[in-house]
């Protein structure tokens, strides 16, 4: 196991009606709020009147109409409010968007420079605004972790950033909130979970046995749940299941001891970035082809691991046999959630291919990835994304 | 799954030569720090020397001998220490014994009445010193969590209490601390990891699955490097799995969503109160019995699961026969670890069994527990124990 630190201090506050606690909770940092959302969704399902309801003891101050995938520009916009408005806390209601771009704004607003320097350049965030966050799509695990992602739409480059201070310090995650969430974000949100483990459990530390048996115990929450979510999006049950193991899936308790980067993110990154794809759906759609590119003699019997205590395949199986079994039970898994899972079915076709593929090993540190990659081999996943 | 609050805010520095951060962590506090420990094998192993050497610059007031089911009289001289020394920060270098003492230490130095009143009532707890600590050994899970368990000799009796404000600032947990720890005390912290997870494992709550997922990835993780960690006393990925095992299993996540009381722990802390037995024997000794005692109808099932599961039996046994054969392979999994299995065996005879079953009842809330127990049902578990 490789050294580590685990600092995931947010205070989670999880459960029906769990919302009432947000005034003593936001009532710790000052009065100045700025409420930063997406594209008003929470106005359609209630929760921005019942924080608006919540909170008249409060100067709110509105920052809407945060994008998937947030611009550098959205930034610069949230940062400017908090200094002309001396914001306290920022309430980012919303998903991984809305919270990540809320946690530049949040460092940002101590940042004398362009705010893009804190995306290119993690160790310039030295203070932040507190961040305290309702969560409404499970996926991200932004609620509970440092990181954010953020694109400059001039350069298209998607990047991302994080410290220790821009992890929210109390997230309100009620599982309620997630019935109205569209079939398709809960898909992506699902994969996106799915994607995260992987990134943490395909490492080349041998020895983190406990990190990846509760990798594999995420997943299994996910292959159950994510279903029941897409056919009953009231369950309660697969609601919360889903949420809490969406925190637990990047909050650092999967990846700590297990140092070296991740794979298929970086790629998928350079997708949304110049396509404004959905997160989770790149994830799925690279991942089934990733994993066959990568399986070799070196690998298969981290695949076969996979395969047994994932997908319950028998372990007597031939060892590339069960691996390519269990690849195929991913890829399954994710067209059972309706994830269209080819390239073209998403409008990409093949013209930026060279192009993402050196961004992504250039920004996302392939070479140090459980199977190095360069710019050939991502090609060559993007090929068979086709 | 029911509500709940997660909000296991310790800093966790993990792995080889972390004790090298412990300047820095401590200066934020202030100069004069609470050096607590136990019987002295830290002097004999090194780390007491170490940490006296990084701390050059620190005001250290030595604060020594705290027992193991440690004593409200120690709680009351740290507390004295604290006081007449301008204490800024407790150090607490050891296991559980050493953590809860420090923690209900940190709390009195701020309460005007008798130290004993923060174990009766653990609301009155409003403020505490910031507690780090150095792991020695893994069980516990003290260095992450609230709790803190605390012996009253004169009226024997033995209660948990604990505040969010006793939660360690920061956990320094190198492996290698653990190689000098005797085999027994190898033995009885993971005994005592698999019953944390165990008093999680058996809750009412049904639909806790991303929970119950992850409580047995604890157990397959004790169940692999517990016997190796016997044998080889210096395997560091043993000692590492185990340690990182012992603070998951204990830090709420398992146990978060799933209300109720636990079954075992408050049984043993009757044994542990009256016989000065160390915690894990006890707990090990206790779990088989109990698991018998309370199979039937109703729980039948969750043993299966937990056989299928944990312990990889067919899920095509009979129901009550696959149930019994995970019983008997946690008591085969303890007896492997050369923890006498029998309360003969550890010198406790029946002449106090009734006493200890109408306190545990009354103190534990065994009334609240997965099966629920009364003082008929505890005295049966304690005969079976014989």
């Known amino acids: 196991m490789d050294n580590f630190k685990f600092h995931a201090y947010t205070e989670i506050l999880f459960g029906k009606g769990q919302i009432q606690q947000l005034p003593a909770v936001l009532s710790k940092y000052g009065k100045n709020v700025l409420l930063a959302y997406g594209s008003g969704s929470i106005k359609k399902n209630g929760i ?39 914001v306290d806390v920022i309430l980012a209601v919303g998903g991984g968007s809305v919270i990540d771009c809320s946690k530049v704004v949040a460092a940002a607003t101590f940042y004398d420079g362009n705010a893009w320097d804190l995306v290119e350049n993690s160790s310039k965030i030295t203070k932040a605004l507190p961040i305290v966050t309702v969560l409404t799509m499970a996926g991200t695990g932004s609620e509970m972790n440092k990181g954010a992602v953020i694109t400059n739409t001039e350069t298209q480059v998607k990047r991302g950033t994080g410290a220790w201070t821009t992890i929210p310090q109390t997230s309100i995650v009620d599982p309620t909130y997630l019935y109205t969430l569209p079939a398709k974000q809960t898909a992506a949100g699902s994969a996106d979970i799915f994607s995260h483990v992987l990134e943490s459990y395909f490492k080349r530390t041998p020895d983190a046995y406990v990190q990846d048996r509760m990798a594999e115990a995420i997943l299994l929450t996910v292959i159950k749940y994510a279903p029941i979510a897409m056919v009953y999006p009231e369950d309660y049950s697969a609601r919360a299941n889903l949420a809490w193991a969406s925190s637990l899936a990047l909050n650092g308790i999967l990846g700590s001891g297990k140092n070296g980067a991740w794979s298929v993110h970086p790629i998928e990154h350079e997708l949304s970035a110049y396509y404004d794809l959905t997160h989770g759906i790149g994830l799925a759609i ?17 695949f076969c691991e996979y395969g047994v205590n994932v997908w319950k395949l028998p372990s007597d199986m031939p060892r590339f046999d069960l691996a390519n079994a269990a690849i195929d039970a991913t ?46 081999d991502v090609v060559e996943i993007l090929e068979a994304c086709k």
């Open 48 to 86: 921005y009147d019942s924080i608006q309801s919540l909170l008249s003891d409060f100067n709110v101050i509105d920052f809407a109409d945060i994008e998937p995938n947030p611009h550098l520009a959205t930034v610069e916009r949230g940062r400017d409010l908090c200094l002309a408005h001396n």
């Open 286 to 302: 690279l991942t089934p082809p990733w994993m066959r590119h990568i399986l070799n003699e070196d690998t298969v019997d981290k």
């Open 331 to 376: 890829e399954t898994f994710f067209e059972s959630l309706k994830i269209p899972m080819t390239l073209h079915e998403v409008g990409i076709d093949a013209s930026k291919f060279e192009v993402m593929a050196k961004k992504a090993v250039e920004l996302g540190g392939l070479a140090y990835a459980y199977v190095p990659m360069n710019e050939k």
